[in-house]
């Protein structure tokens, strides 16, 4: 099994120093440009001509395993084939297969059969999600009340929201 394909952990180590130093410095230029900096990131070798510039994606998972580790936590790293089974989708969701099965026989999400296997792309995958945590985020914005709100206008709100979602999982709407 090679390196790209294994999944590995790493810990907080002795080299605490340097992973302050890396955060510190992706933190800083973050926040003089308010986000990813326009100038380019390159991993440099032993001599002024031996470097390459840093693809966003990796510069983004630098800037997110230097934080954790900074922070004192561990960081895994699991390659993930852009095509999943079932039970792999199920994972990443948090949910069961047979969940992610009738999601896919309503079509909430996209897949294609391999002889007799359901197969999904990841991208699919992580655009079902977003839609599925802005949702659950709509729902909790719903149910908020404010504090100058009466309480029977707020009930019959709620009561009105908890339909809306009872709707929605009873497959009427995916709004």
Same mark, same amino acid.
């Given at each position: 099994?090679?390196?790209?394909?294994?999944?590995?952990?790493?810990?907080?180590?002795?080299?605490?120093?340097?992973?302050?130093?890396?955060?510190?410095?992706?933190?800083?230029?973050?926040?003089?440009?308010?986000?990813?900096?326009?100038?380019?990131?390159?991993?440099?070798?032993?001599?002024? /001509?031996?470097?390459?510039?840093?693809?966003?994606?990796?510069?983004?998972?630098?800037?997110?395993? %230097?934080?954790?580790?900074?922070?004192?936590?561990?960081?895994?790293?699991?390659?993930?084939?852009?095509?999943?089974?079932?039970?792999?989708?199920?994972?990443?969701?948090?949910?069961?297969?047979?969940?992610?099965?009738?999601?896919?026989?309503?079509?909430?999400?996209?897949?294609?059969?391999?002889? /007799?296997?359901?197969?999904?792309?990841?991208?699919?995958?992580?655009?079902?999600?977003?839609?599925?945590? %802005?949702?659950?985020?709509?729902?909790?914005? %719903?149910?908020?009340?404010?504090?100058?709100?009466?309480?029977?206008?707020?009930? /019959?709100?709620?009561?009105?929201?908890?339909?809306?979602?009872?709707?929605?999982?009873?497959? /009427?709407?995916?709004?």
């Amino acid at each position: 099994m090679s390196a790209a394909t294994k999944q590995e952990t790493y810990l907080p180590g002795e080299d605490e120093a340097q992973v302050v130093q890396v955060h510190d410095f992706l933190k800083a230029h973050e926040d003089m440009g308010r986000g990813r900096p326009e100038s380019r990131y390159f991993l440099s070798g032993g001599t002024p /001509n031996d470097r390459v510039e840093l693809p966003a994606e990796l510069y983004r998972v630098l800037r997110q395993v %230097a934080e954790a580790l900074q922070a004192g936590l561990a960081v895994s790293i699991a390659p993930v084939t852009k095509t999943l089974t079932t039970q792999q989708a199920a994972d990443l969701l948090g949910v069961s297969r047979p969940t992610v099965i009738r999601l896919l026989d309503e079509k909430e999400i996209p897949f294609e059969k391999v002889g /007799n296997r359901r197969r999904i792309l990841l991208r699919d995958l992580l655009d079902y999600r977003k839609k599925r945590r %802005a949702a659950q985020y709509a729902a909790l914005e %719903a149910t908020a009340v404010d504090d100058d709100e009466d309480i029977d206008s707020a009930l /019959n709100r709620l009561r009105i929201a908890r339909r809306g979602v009872a709707k929605r999982r009873r497959g /009427n709407s995916m709004e």
